[in-house]
């Protein structure tokens, strides 16, 4: 058990780009959840899935973005047209269920040039 | 739906001294309320966690107390060390729902 892998940690974008994050969870975990946060600022809440089914999508989650887990084990996480507003640590979790702790990994930090 | 409030944004201590964080809830249901230590450039680590059928729970030098009826969660930490400077977020959940997270508090241990 490695805990949760995020890639890449660090990407650097020209506004207009679409860029694509991934999110490992820890082996076995049904629930994985995608956060935002900036600098100075507590996570909040993007998206969750149970198994491959979105449960629930924040309004901060706009249409340029969207989130998959379609077998139920990673995650991915894009942003399409991106803007200097997208620029953010994005962080993902996950959990055993829905009721157990939730671990994060290290985060992608988004930089939207 | 939830709102989590976290207090001071800022504390600064003498090493080997206490610290304590203070957080406050508004949905009544909530019933998990963890706190994690995010260190720079890292993700959050869960420290701790304390579940609403107990009133407190310590873990060596870290103890987190709640209070159900004024709907409020305290973070205790105590021998403080250099090591402890991180920020400290506090957050609430629902069962089954989603974590909703206070602003943080940045401490400082100062040798």
């Known amino acids: 058990d490695t805990g949760v892998s995020q890639d890449p940690r660090h990407k650097i974008t020209k506004r207009g780009q679409n860029v694509t994050f991934r999110c490992d969870p820890i082996?076995?975990?049904?629930?994985l959840y995608w956060y935002r946060q900036t600098l100075g600022q507590g996570p909040e809440f993007l998206t969750y899935?149970?198994?491959?089914?979105?449960?629930?999508k924040s309004r901060l989650l706009s249409n340029r973005f969207s989130a998959e887990r379609p077998k139920g084990s990673f995650s991915t996480l894009e942003i399409q047209r991106t803007e200097q507003g997208d620029s953010a640590m994005y962080l993902c979790?996950?959990?055993?269920?829905?009721?157990?702790?939730?671990?994060f990994g290290q985060g992608t930090r988004l930089t939207v040039v | 739906g939830e709102n989590v409030e976290q207090h001071p944004s800022t504390l600064s201590v003498q090493e080997g001294d206490s610290a304590v964080i203070k957080c406050t809830y508004s949905?009544?249901?909530?019933?998990?309320f963890p706190w994690y230590k995010q260190e720079l450039g890292k993700g959050p680590q869960l420290i701790i966690d304390?579940?609403?059928?107990?009133g407190e729970k310590k873990d060596q030098r870290i103890a987190v107390t709640l209070n159900k009826t004024a709907k409020h969660f305290s973070l205790h930490i105590t021998e403080t060390q250099p090591e402890d400077s991180a920020v400290y977020f506090c957050?609430?959940?629902?069962?089954?729902?989603?974590?909703?997270f206070g602003q943080g508090t940045r401490l400082t241990i100062n040798p």
């Open positions: 082996s076995e975990h049904n629930r």
């Open positions: 899935f149970q198994n491959e089914a979105q449960l629930e």
């Open positions: 957050a609430a959940r629902r069962r089954a729902q989603k974590l909703v």
């Open positions: 949905d009544s249901a909530s019933n998990y």
């Open positions: 304390i579940r609403s059928n107990v």
């Open positions: 979790a996950s959990s055993f269920s829905q009721d157990q702790e939730a671990f």
